[in-house]
């Protein structure tokens, strides 16, 4: 299942912040900018919803500034579908290998570091497949309105939105 991890904090001082954000085990850094109101990966043309899923990489994701909110499908979970919010500063989230996941940034944006953990077959291409839920069944189902609405972490109570 996904995870958040907080970090340590070494100190403040009037105008800084001082934070040791180090994942262990990461052998690649991805640094995610969205300008605006962005959403990745974006929709297809006839409005289903895209995925991501890394087959052989973990991600770590850190919000530096701005804020995101991520999908999070993974059949193999009791419960398959999250939505998690990602603030600046906040958490590291935590996406295991074979989740389905996309984000949407904030009005203003957002600055996202990803400490990536991949294995030793991982390949960009690999890695970065995009996935149309349109054309497949099982992950329509479980993000559109006609099943259980998602579980909810790390934002107030909002109205749900989903693809129908």
């Known amino acids: ?30 640094l995610v900018i969205h300008d605006g109101p962005a959403i990745s990966p974006n929709n297809t043309e006839d409005n289903h919803w895209q995925f991501y899923l890394h087959p052989h990489q973990e991600d770590n994701l850190l919000a ?46 957002s600055v996202v570091l990803n400490q990536a953990v991949r294995d030793e ?12 839920s349109g054309t497949i069944p099982r992950l329509h189902h479980i993000t559109s309105q006609a099943t259980l609405p998602p579980m909810m972490h790390g934002f107030p109570e909002i109205e749900l939105r989903r693809v129908a």
Request: aromatic share 16%.
């Open 64 to 109: 530096l500034s701005g804020g995101r909110t991520f999908y999070l499908v993974n059949f193999e979970w009791e419960y398959p579908f999250h939505m998690v919010r990602l603030e600046g500063n906040g958490d590291i989230l935590r996406i295991p290998p074979g989740t389905f996941h996309r984000s949407v940034s904030d009005p203003n944006g």
């Open 121 to 132: 077959v991982a390949t960009l291409e690999g890695e970065f497949r995009v996935y149309n």
């Open 1 to 30: 299942m996904f995870e958040l991890i907080s970090y340590e904090k070494f100190r403040n001082t009037p105008g800084v912040k001082f934070f040791d954000i180090t994942i262990a085990t990461s052998n690649a850094r991805d």
